[in-house]
């Protein structure tokens, strides 16, 4: 019974409505709904006749369509089996257009030779891929307006070797004798077919007409066929024996190929017909075999077996793959072989992409969200975050939001970064709904630095893993990018597999290019020659080989192909990839040509409706352009996720070539006409595009524009965790904006400071923004401006060493502040003139200080600030050496975090709590608080606090005696990467309004809590690399915020020594209070300062040797680890220092 409309399969395939039945199979109109609607046609398998053999037959189809790809073929797309019945289907290309039959004969008559020749076209192309056709008939031609002609179902296609012992296939009345007769078969048996259909065409009967089947059997074996011409004598004579030719009873009178068919029909005629075009020529270079990647492809597809039968719970296996190698190599062509593999298995695949200019933070994973249905029940953690990324359509409110009430809600500000893309996480989990899958991500090398964060995240999260990520990416490109540095942290993390693809060397080269076309000889000579030219890149040679036929150097003799001999050594060939593809495009028609820089320009996929606008021109010009393209495969056909068939250059090789070459006026008028018609295009969602708008315009020059979108692209990115493209829309703003818009100036300023000072531990640059503000300010008269500013130029001075300036520009801050009437940023300038005392030595002042700020947040309600001040207050008691203070100020900051539902800031304070509780004494409060930090960290895949917990229960648990568990915590400390800031995540967040959510100076707790003005509540860690930096030192912007500043120049006396200890401070010589903690007491690691030794490679290093050296003595044959743990616990028991403990304890590791 055939699917009513509407009916979805595999919640992904909509029926619109029945197309056709055959022999084998129903085919449907479908509506992709995870690309947006895009209209395919579904063929099922016909369930009556399933059988292993009509399975196979069906697989077939789809493996012998995936290889082809042709202008006058119909393309495929995906392989699958439905949920519901477990019907095999495959979903291809929907031609729109009318099958042979429905069309006027008359008018068919009159395209003939037309038709004739796009049939022949399509057959040579099969044949040369070793394949036969086997259903040739009508109602397998399709015809697209204006006049293309498409070969269809390709159910009974089979290999040539295979065919020739095959007995009988394909519409009685199209098959040739041979075929009835169980011989032997090859490419003459479809030109049979063909003849048929053209006898048809030409009188409106067929050459063997019959009902009953025995007798049309022995029609065609007599082989007696009635001339056309008796029927209409104007038929052309040529016609008739272009025809008749076709349908000689005997294999050997019939053309042998289909090159021979058309020079029997352009016999006599005026204008020859062309078998080959640069459209066809195109179809045969790029679709040559799959060279020379077996044992790579092998990798992969092992890789996802595994992840597929252990469900993603088999935390040993790998979770992401990265392909490498040099543009052009293959990388794509190798995924395209695993999904091909993957769709016949019935395995769920996804596709995600990066793009190098305009996309959005997250965009392949978001890309990868569209394409699943949206589950009837979304975790409330995780929709604020999936509303944010996703938002579901006008009306499409899932009914569980509908009756939760909106301030139940989570709201999205209200957490911090590694809770957001833990949410991102939990989404990609969600979606998957228990199906494990694999998702491919292209293009890495342009993946933003939130993305790569949630790749870390991914990678190293606890539990089931549903989607087996492989992403491809431009080694050269990659280095400098954030994914070089994922790469270089994780890449011996077994979870991480890295795959390489090489060139390909002689041997290789010459199997692609005679896959490429049939040569008449090995082309042994010219294959030497262009791999040497190529250096083996594949995306090189095919543009070598479309050059080369295009001048003639490669042409067709006889049945096969040849090089020129006598000129192959004189070849002048593209000296690069590039040249070549200039080559090409410059031989393009001038709408053509304008349609291929118009799209150089967007540098991703498009709507046509979209690049008409762009390109000035009508619809149905643009429509011929990319027409015109495709055939010569330099664009690529897609579909969005809103259901548009988007159009884009095929390669970004392609579109670097055409886009260089390029004058700078014409880019920028192309820049300017894009950015136009964007905006004209999107009026209603403007803010989907404010990223592409803010490139567009400023690449053209256009600085009012140009402002306003960066403005608008730097919300978005601070709200969205990404500090780095919020620097870069702040710059381009400001060096739009007039001095005299101070308006948007100073807070744009403000914001830049915050970025670069906080989040992106550049205390130079924010220094530099935050004068730059403060003289703005002063000039324009804004006093709260002003003292933001001066707060602002304290905390980098303090950064950076001037204690002294800092704390001058801070009060200064204070002053101003007070005079503003302004009590929350009041609260910020004693918040950070707090932490400038604290970190210039004077503690004692800054307990007033903080006293202050947070009687006034209580006063005013701002929790924020109550809860970050309170912090500061406590790392500053604990400072002092008032470990009691502290202990009683962090227990009530974190009932008030947690009375307020603040988990973030309840589980990013939370290490202090384990801080203090060691101070006083109390070593198993420490330890169930890190405990539990840690538990939160690692399912947030906070590393930065993972660290500092681990390097603090490595130490507690000694204490505790625990070695064992000791030696595993810090085992598994050092299998973690860096320190996971330096090394670690490519940046933190950033701000939200200014006012809001402040964040903290880099140490896991043991740090000041950063001033308003960001989105990140509770802070980083800091990037660690050493012990305290010596005061003045200058700081260096890099990836990561710098060391500990609070601590690291604290003055002389109690406060200072007890800071040391607790800081685990490699030089210090305090012994342990035995009043004050336990007698065995190991320095304990400062949250966020870990142990400088582990950090330096040479230490680290022998830490590795030390703990090998435990491991091997633990096999326990030697009893070394049980006699080293003694030593550490004599030492002890005997009191000593801990110079000499930390010693047994680096035996013991």
Not at 317 to 322: E, G, I, K, M, S
Not at 1032 to 1045: F, I, Q, T
Not at 1073 to 1090: F, M
Request: glycine share 10%.
């Amino acid at each position: 019974m055939p699917l009513s409309p509407g009916w979805l399969i595999n919640q992904r395939y909509a029926v619109v409505r029945l197309l056709g039945e055959g022999g084998m199979g129903t085919v449907y109109l479908a509506r992709d709904t995870s690309l947006g609607n895009r209209e395919i046609a579904l063929k099922f398998l016909r369930p009556g006749g399933i059988n292993s053999e009509t399975v196979e037959l069906f697989k077939n189809e789809f493996r012998s369509m995936t290889r082809l790809r042709h202008p006058n073929l119909a393309e495929v797309y995906d392989f699958g089996v439905a949920d519901e019945d477990q019907r095999y289907f495959l979903t291809m290309e929907y031609v729109d257009g009318s099958e042979l039959p429905r069309l006027p004969r008359f008018e068919m008559r009159q395209r003939f030779e037309s038709l004739a020749v796009q049939c022949l076209r399509a057959l040579d192309y099969i044949h040369s891929r070793n394949l036969l056709h086997n259903d040739i008939k009508p109602h397998n031609i399709m015809v697209r307006p204006p006049f293309q002609v498409k070969l269809l179902d390709f159910g009974l296609a089979s290999a040539q070797a295979e065919s020739a012992q095959s007995g009988l296939s394909g519409t009685i009345h199209f098959v040739a004798p041979e075929r009835l007769k169980g011989g032997a078969v090859d490419g003459r048996s479809d030109l049979y077919s063909l003849g048929v259909v053209l006898y048809e065409l030409l009188t409106g009967s067929l050459p063997h007409e019959g009902v009953e089947p025995g007798k049309v059997v022995s029609s065609i074996l007599r082989g007696v066929v009635r001339a056309p011409r008796s029927f209409d004598a104007s038929i052309p004579e040529r016609h008739e024996a272009f025809v008749m030719a076709l349908l000689a009873l005997d294999p050997d009178r019939r053309p042998v190929n289909p090159a021979a068919a058309l020079e029997l029909l352009n016999g006599g005629a005026g204008g020859a017909l062309q078998l080959d075009t640069a459209e066809t020529y195109a179809s045969f270079v790029t679709s040559g075999r799959f060279v020379g990647r077996d044992r790579e492809l092998e990798t992969l597809v092992d890789l996802a077996t595994a992840h597929i039968e252990s469900a993603g719970r088999d935390d040993r296996l790998p979770r992401f793959v990265a392909v490498s190698g040099p543009s052009g190599i293959g990388k794509s062509r190798l995924l395209r072989e695993l999904k091909h593999r993957l769709q016949l298995a019935g395995v769920r695949n996804l596709t995600g992409r990066c793009y190098e200019d305009g996309g959005v933070p997250f965009q392949p994973f978001v890309d990868v969200l569209r394409q699943l249905p949206r589950p009837s029940q979304v975790p409330p953690a995780v929709r604020p975050v999936l509303d944010q990324l996703v938002p579901p359509e006008v009306g499409e409110t899932p009914p569980e939001e509908v009756s939760t009430p909106a301030a139940t809600r989570p709201a999205a500000e209200a957490i911090g970064k590694e809770e957001f893309i833990a949410g991102v996480a939990e989404s990609l989990a969600h979606y998957a709904q228990g199906a494990p899958g694999v998702v491919f991500i292209e293009d890495l090398q342009w993946s933003d630095a939130p993305g790569v964060d949630l790749m870390e995240h991914l990678l190293l999260r606890p539990g089931p893993a549903p989607w087996l990520y492989v992403g491809s990416l431009r080694d050269e490109e990659a280095r400098s990018a954030p994914i070089g540095s994922f790469l270089e942290r994780h890449g011996g993390h077994q979870r991480l597999r890295q795959i390489r693809l090489n060139p390909l060397d002689a041997a290789q080269v010459t199997e692609l290019i005679a896959s490429m076309v049939p040569f008449e000889d090995r082309p042994e000579r010219l294959a030497r020659l262009l791999a040497d030219r190529t250096e083996g890149n594949p995306l090189y040679l095919e543009e070598i080989m479309k050059a080369l036929a295009e001048d003639g150097t490669l042409r067709r003799r006889g049945l096969a192909w040849i090089a020129e001999s006598r000129s192959l050594e004189a070849i002048r060939l593209p000296p690069s990839l590039a040249s070549a593809v200039i080559q090409r495009v410059s031989a393009l028609a001038d709408e053509e040509r304008a349609v291929a820089e118009v799209l150089s320009v967007f540098n991703r996929p498009v709507a046509s409706e979209l690049l008409a606008r762009a390109a000035g021109i009508g619809s149905d010009s643009a429509a011929a352009a990319i027409g015109a393209l495709d055939r010569l495969r330099l664009v690529a056909l897609e579909t969005t996720a809103d259901g548009r068939a988007v159009v884009g250059l095929a390669h970004s090789r392609i579109r670097d070539a055409v886009y260089q070459g390029l004058s700078d006026d014409r880019r920028r008028a192309l820049h300017l006409a894009v950015a136009r018609a964007i905006e004209t295009t999107h009026a209603g969602a403007i803010e989907a595009v404010v990223e592409e708008l803010a490139h567009h315009f400023t690449a053209a020059g256009e600085p009012g524009p140009s402002a306003d979108y960066c403005l608008r692209a730097a919300r978005k990115a601070k709200g969205l965790y990404y500090p780095q493209r919020l620097v870069q829309f702040l710059e381009r703003a400001l060096a739009s904006l007039g001095e005299d818009d101070t308006a948007r100036r100073l807070p744009a300023l403000i914001d830049l400071s915050m970025a670069r000072s906080n989040d992106l531990a550049d205390a130079e640059g924010g220094l530099s923004a935050a004068r730059t503000l403060y003289e703005e300010a002063r000039k324009a008269g804004d006093v709260v401006h002003e003292s933001i500013a001066l707060r602002e130029i304290g905390w980098c001075m303090g950064f950076l060493g001037d204690d002294r300036g800092a704390l001058d520009h801070t009060r200064r801050a204070l002053a101003l502040a007070r005079t503003t009437g302004d009590r929350n940023d009041e609260i910020w300038c004693l918040n950070t003139l707090g932490t400038t005392l604290a970190r210039s030595g004077a503690n004692s002042e800054a307990v007033g200080v903080f006293d202050e700020a947070r009687t006034l947040s209580a006063a005013l309600g701002n929790l924020r600030g109550e809860l970050t001040v309170a912090n500061n207050a406590t790392l500053n008691y604990l400072g002092l050496g008032e470990a009691d203070k502290a202990l009683g100020l962090i227990e009530e900051t974190l009932a008030t975090a947690r009375s307020h539902d603040r988990t973030y800031y309840y589980y990013r304070y939370l290490p202090n709590l384990g801080n203090a509780r060691y101070d006083v004494g109390d070593l198993p409060g420490a330890i169930q608080a890190m405990e539990e930090a840690l538990a939160w960290s690692r399912e947030h895949v906070f590393l930065q606090v993972i660290l500092h917990c681990l390097d603090n229960l490595g130490n507690f648990y000694s204490q505790r005696g625990l070695h064992d568990r000791a030696l595993r915590v810090l085992d598994h400390r050092q299998r973690l990467p860096g320190d996971g800031a330096a090394e670690g995540r490519q940046g933190a967040a950033p701000g939200g309004a200014r006012g809001g959510a402040p964040a903290q100076r880099p140490g896991a707790g043991r740090l000041p809590a950063r001033r308003p003005g960001h989105g990140f509540p509770g802070g980083r860690l800091p990037a660690g690399g050493g012990g305290f930096r010596p005061r003045g030192a200058r700081h260096r912007s890099r990836a990561g915020p710098p060391e500990d500043l609070l601590l690291r120049s604290l003055g002389p006396g109690p406060g200072r020594r007890a800071a040391r200890r607790s800081q685990g401070d490699a030089d210090g010589d305090a012994r342990p209070d035995p009043s004050r903690r336990p007698a065995a007491a190991l320095p304990r690691q400062a949250a966020g300062q870990p142990d400088p030794g582990t950090l330096r490679p040479g230490r680290r290093s022998a830490g590795r040797r030390r703990a090998r050296g435990a491991r091997r003595a633990g096999g326990r044959r030697q009893g070394g680890v049980p006699r080293v743990r003694l030593a550490v616990q004599r030492a002890a028991r005997r009191g000593a220092g801990r110079e000499r403990i930390g010693r047994r304890r680096d035996r013991l590791l």
